[in-house]
């Protein structure tokens, strides 16, 4: 009579006359079979046949195993050197935006101390440094923020916060930048509404800081426009620009850490290429989402949403 006892099984379909199978077991998942048949005449398997095939699951098991873990080991080794090259990449690129702006502050700062200039070239000379440590701050600043992100040490301050009127703030800081520029700054923002939300105010802040800036840096004619909607329970804000847009190649990796559009040194466009991952990890601790649409030449419509309560457990 066949045997049953789980683990050798004798089956009698028309071709197959007997069948031993043996489960492959992998650290207690099933990963396959393994077994011998007979065609010509009934078989009945010895023990030894038995032990003959557990050998080989045995051995089948390990080679795979193996093999799994050589393909571990090489997707970790790929992993390292890409997170090394762009550790790499990031340092030389900071190095660059620190130098540029300290050299300005130097340069002009020595310059102001010969007394042969006049006021209106003072006034530019000190603007310049002005400037230049600005910069210097936001880098900085960027440094420090992703470096809390990444250890887990950022908090979020939550707090009622009136929408309508932190847009309009935000209007009011970037029109004067706009307006140099030749671009129209639209605010779609209603201030006799009362459009409470209860979030961060400071991460709020700080992703429209990092949209608008990147909106004018890369806009060059046409309008950039932002305000919301509300979707769900969430306030779905939006940063549209009609500027240079982002290929759909760079999309997937601006929002990683250390990554921007041009990655040369000799690049147009200053800055840390943290921004929009800083932003992102703002976002989802907030509980919220970011994403860009873009076309090249046309521009980009960035997109993230904010829970408008919190979750109370
Ligand atoms: P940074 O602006 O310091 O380079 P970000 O993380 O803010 O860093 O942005 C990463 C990259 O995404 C930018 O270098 C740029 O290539 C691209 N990018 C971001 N916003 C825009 C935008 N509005 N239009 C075109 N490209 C953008």
């Known amino acids: 009579m066949p045997k049953d006892d789980g683990v050798r099984q004798i089956l009698e379909p028309q071709e197959v006359k007997s069948l031993m199978t043996l489960p492959m077991m992998n650290e207690g998942k099933l990963i396959g079979f393994l ?12 023990e030894k046949e038995e032990l003959l095939l557990k050998v080989f699951s045995d051995m089948l098991v ?3 195993n193996r093999k799994l873990m050589e393909k571990e080991l090489v997707a970790a080794k790929i992993k390292a ?20 702006p300290m050299n300005g502050i130097i ?6 101390k010969e007394t042969s200039f006049n006021d209106q070239e003072h006034n530019e000379y000190v603007g ?5 440590g600005q910069r210097m701050l936001n880098i900085i600043n960027d440094i420090v923020d992703i470096s809390k992100i990444e250890s887990g040490q950022m908090e979020l301050e939550m707090n009622e916060v009136d929408v309508n009127n932190k847009l309009s703030s935000l209007y009011s800081k970037f029109k004067d930048e706009a307006f140099s520029k030749d671009l129209e700054l639209i605010c779609n923002a209603d201030l006799r509404i009362k459009e409470n939300i209860v979030t961060d105010e400071d991460k709020l802040v700080s992703v429209f800081n990092n949209l608008l800036g990147n909106a004018l840096k890369f806009t060059h004619s046409g309008a950039i426009t932002f305000g919301y909607d509300k979707v769900n329970d969430f306030i779905q804000f939006y940063v549209k620009d009609t500027g240079e847009g982002i290929t759909p190649m760079q999309r997937e990796l601006i929002f990683e850490r250390f990554r921007q559009g041009n990655e ?12 929009l991952s800083i932003s992102k990890a703002y976002i989802q601790l907030l509980g919220g989402e970011i994403w860009v649409e873009s076309e090249v030449g ?5 997109y993230f949403t904010v829970p408008i309560q919190v979750e109370t457990v």
């Not at 310049?128 to 230049?132: D, G, P, Q, Y």
């Not at 040369?264 to 921004?275: I, N, P, V, W």
């Not at 046309?298 to 960035?302: A, D, H, M, R």
């Open 107 to 112: 340069g002009f700062a020595g310059l102001l």
């Open 62 to 64: 390990n080679v795979t």
């Open 35 to 46: 077994g011998f048949d007979s065609v010509k005449a009934h078989h009945y398997y010895t």
């Open 128 to 132: 310049i440094i002005e400037k230049s």
């Open 298 to 302: 046309k521009g980009s419509n960035f």
């Open 81 to 100: 050197e890409e997170s090394d090259k762009l550790k790499t990449s990031f340092l030389a690129n900071m190095s660059h935006e620190i130098r540029t």
């Open 264 to 275: 040369s040194l000799t690049r147009k466009y200053e800055g840390s290429g943290l921004g």
